[in-house]
Structure formats: structure tokens, C-alpha cells
């Protein structure tokens, strides 16, 4: 699998993730989210992030499976830390993503750059 970030924004990933469910929304697109960097380490103790290597990191990875019209989703990845986030495609070969998919998700990603994102 290949994953390349195709854009970033200044907020972490938390607030990014807000805005991109709403933003996919708002395209007539279906987001579910199926993973949580935060959620899968909870149980873990004494994990210290491998990039930075301190308890208090604010690394964070969310993936969601964006849906279309067509059957198949696209494989959208988060990843965030120091307060940018970064989104990627998943470009995977077992994952017959269809193009037109993939381009409406990066256009309505795109917005979000300009969008506020609230604080609550």
C-alpha cells in the first residue's frame, strides 16, 4: 500500500476530523470511521510515541472509509501531530477505488482549508 498526503491543514487532528465529516457531508458522501490511534492505545500502558518518544505526544492516525454512489469506499487517512494534520489516500491494489470517488473527496477536502473549525 501506498499512502501520500495530497494536502495538510493547521489544526489538529481532532478538529480536522470534525470538519471532514462535515465537509464529506456536505458532498453526499458517507464517512465511517474504523480507526483511532487514541482509542487503540488506551489500553495500553507505558507506550511512548516512536516519533517523539514522550507519554504527552499528540500523534494521532484516524482512517475512514469514505462511500459514494458506488460499492466500493476509498480508504481516507489522517494523520496528525503538532497541531497539522494530513490526509491521505490509501492507494491500494486490493481496493479497486474509482477515480471520480476519489477526486470528489479531494475537492471537498479542499474547502476545509478556508473553513472555521469550532472550538466546542
Request: net charge negative; hydrophobic share 35%.
Amino acid at each position: 500500500m501506498n499512502i501520500s498526503p495530497f494536502f495538510s491543514v493547521n489544526y489538529p487532528c481532532d478538529k480536522a476530523l470534525q470538519s471532514t465529516k462535515k465537509q464529506l457531508s456536505q458532498a453526499d458522501l458517507r464517512s465511517v470511521q474504523t480507526f483511532d490511534l487514541h482509542s487503540a492505545r488506551i489500553g495500553l500502558h507505558d507506550c511512548p510515541c516512536p516519533n517523539h518518544g514522550t507519554h504527552e505526544c499528540d500523534c494521532q492516525m484516524v482512517i475512514l472509509l469514505v462511500f459514494g454512489k458506488t460499492a466500493e469506499p476509498v480508504t481516507l487517512i489522517m494523520h496528525g501531530n503538532g497541531g497539522q494534520t494530513w490526509f491521505s489516500i490509501a492507494d491500494n491494489s486490493l481496493q479497486q477505488a474509482d477515480a471520480k470517488l476519489i477526486a470528489t473527496i479531494q475537492h471537498a477536502l479542499e474547502g476545509e482549508k478556508s473553513v472555521p473549525i469550532s472550538n466546542s
